[in-house]
Nanobody, 127 residues
Framework: QVQLVESGGGLVQAGGSLRLSCAAS????????MGWFRQAPGKEREFVAA????????YYRDSVKGRFTISRDNAKNTVYLQMNSLKPEDTAVYYC????????????????????WGQGTQVTVSS
């Protein structure tokens, strides 16, 4: 079992920055591919970014490329999402998730393969 707890959300003006953190319980954090998803009101949950077990590979949805950076610290059992140049359309509840698989681009972009999910943290970007 892995428990995930997100933090770092909040209210920020357009153009601002936030850093989300996701702390994982357990000693097997480094064996999981980690992802960030988001869900806006009335919309489906969508992929944001994913990172491989070692942190050497990452992948982003097109709309956040160049603005968001995913990273992880396996010694601290934590994955991060640095969000810069935020836009109102980034407003959503952000979730971190873990899946125990190889870093497969077809698998990291969809919710179903992820076995563990956090409770989410709200990010609101005002215009």
């Amino acid at each position: 079992q892995v428990q995930l707890v997100e933090s770092g959300g909040g209210l920020v003006q357009a153009g601002g920055s936030l850093r989300l953190s996701c702390a994982a319980s357990g000693r097997t954090f480094s064996t999981y591919v980690m992802g960030w998803f988001r869900q806006a009101p009335g919309k489906e949950r969508e992929f944001v970014a994913a990172i491989s077990r070692s942190g050497s590979n990452s992948y982003y949805r097109d709309s956040v490329k160049g603005r968001f950076t995913i990273s992880r610290d396996n010694a601290k059992n934590t994955v991060y999402l640095q969000m810069n140049s935020l836009k109102p359309e980034d407003t959503a509840v952000y979730y971190c998730a873990a899946q125990g698989s190889i870093f497969n681009l077809n698998l990291v972009q969809v919710p179903r393969p992820y076995k563990y999910w956090g409770q989410g943290t709200q990010v609101t970007v005002s215009s």
